[in-house]
């Protein structure tokens, strides 16, 4: 039963909420529309957990069942293969989102002080939802599936000394096997919601304590604001309902395939690919000579990517010097290499 106290908490804290909500506001400037890739990323977010929970009243996490349960959604369950479709398309354009909202603040300065752990949950954020896109592939145990885990994992293992456990950790054992699958499961749906629950929890939050930041290229001009709510909310709004019209668009035209169950015995398929947000990575690897000096190029270059990943989260410990001439250009001339970089790569992995 609630008490006189729950009650008046109760209220307290539904005041408070409203009196955020009425005191935020949005500035406005010539680069404003970054803002809404937040949002859109959350909305996406929401769109995996519902429709991730739906698949979950039908799919079975076994080597043995796992494919057919998804071939039952697909074929059977009344609207399942909209569902598995927009599931599928919309963790494609969350991680797209995601990535146009990282660069965006990258080039708007926002980890400036006092942004830096907003800054730093973000980073952990495209982590586990990189992650999330890992574990989630491998799910329909299909044949491209297997083998890109199969890659994928092997990947891990050749970093020295942590490789190998790291490897039989994600593998469950040496292979991939159904006990990968049941691990990746284990991951998808409850280690990493889990996480990524607290961490968006803590960014969003963050954001409402220090307020939308003015980029300091606008520093010392007159900044106009627009009220949260309803103002931004509703433009929001129709960028969501846009995102929705594109998803049911995308699922309908082009369904998501399942194509042929997993056979570990099979030979591998002829040129795999990882999904295009790991393709640049993939096709660099390639490219890099079997021997750099004395060490095995492959190597060198997983290390040089996991040590670039780290070096993002302490982005806004180095550069926190708003208005340092030398900075922004040092920075922003790393972050449009890295840009290009990532999108050559990714072109240059996806037609050849
Ligand atoms: C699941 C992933 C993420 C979600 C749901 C999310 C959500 C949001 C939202 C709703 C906002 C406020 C609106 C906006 O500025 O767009 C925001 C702001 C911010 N985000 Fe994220 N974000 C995510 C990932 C990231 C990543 C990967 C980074 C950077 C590494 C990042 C860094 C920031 C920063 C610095 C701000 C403050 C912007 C400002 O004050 O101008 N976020 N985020």
């Not at 991730?52 to 057919?68: D, K, T, V």
């Not at 660069?103 to 990189?130: K, Q």
């Not at 040496?174 to 996480?195: E, M, Q, S, Y």
């Amino acid at each position: 039963m609630k008490t006189f106290t729950n009650w008046v908490d109760e209220r307290l804290a539904l005041t408070s909420a409203a009196e955020i909500a009425k005191k935020k506001e949005v500035p406005l400037h010539r680069h404003s529309i970054w803002y809404y890739f937040g949002g859109m990323t959350l909305f996406l977010f929401t769109v995996q957990v519902v429709t991730g929970i739906l698949l979950l009243l039908y799919y079975r996490p076994s080597a043995e069942n796992a494919f057919e349960s998804v071939q039952f959604i697909m074929t059977e369950v009344k609207f399942g293969w909209l569902i598995r479709s927009i599931h599928s398309w919309s963790a494609n354009l969350m991680i797209a989102t995601l990535f146009i909202h990282m660069f965006s603040v990258f080039f708007l300065r926002a980890y400036y002080p006092p942004r830096e752990i907003t800054w730093v949950s973000g980073v952990a954020l495209l982590f586990v939802v990189i992650c999330f896109g890992f574990s989630g592939y491998l799910l329909p145990w299909n044949k491209l599936a297997f083998f890109a885990t199969k890659v994928g994992t092997e990947i891990a293992g050749v970093v020295p000394i942590v490789g190998r456990p790291i490897l039989r950790f994600l593998r469950g054992g040496d292979d991939v096997t159904g006990a990968t699958l049941t691990r990746f499961f284990g991951f998808h749906v409850a280690v990493l919601p889990a996480t990524a629950t607290v961490l968006i929890g803590l960014h969003v939050m963050l954001v409402q304590l220090h307020g939308m930041s003015v980029p300091p290229s606008l520093a010392g001009q007159p900044v106009k604001k627009m009220k949260f709510v309803p103002n931004f909310l509703l433009r929001d709004l129709i960028g969501w309902i846009l995102a929705i019209g594109v998803l049911a668009a995308l699922a309908a035209l082009f369904p998501w395939e399942l194509g042929e169950k997993a056979d570990p015995f099979a030979p591998a398929p002829e040129g795999i690919k990882p999904e295009w947000y790991f393709l640049f990575m993939f096709q660099t690897l390639k490219y890099l000579p079997a021997k750099i000096g004395m060490f095995d190029g492959e190597v060198l270059g997983i290390m040089a990517f996991n040590f670039v990943a780290l070096l993002l989260f302490v982005v806004p410990f180095v550069d926190k010097a708003p208005g340092s001439r030398r900075n922004t250009l040092i920075f922003n001339s790393l972050g449009i290499v890295a840009l290009l970089f990532i999108l050559v790569m990714t072109i240059i992995g996806y037609v050849t």
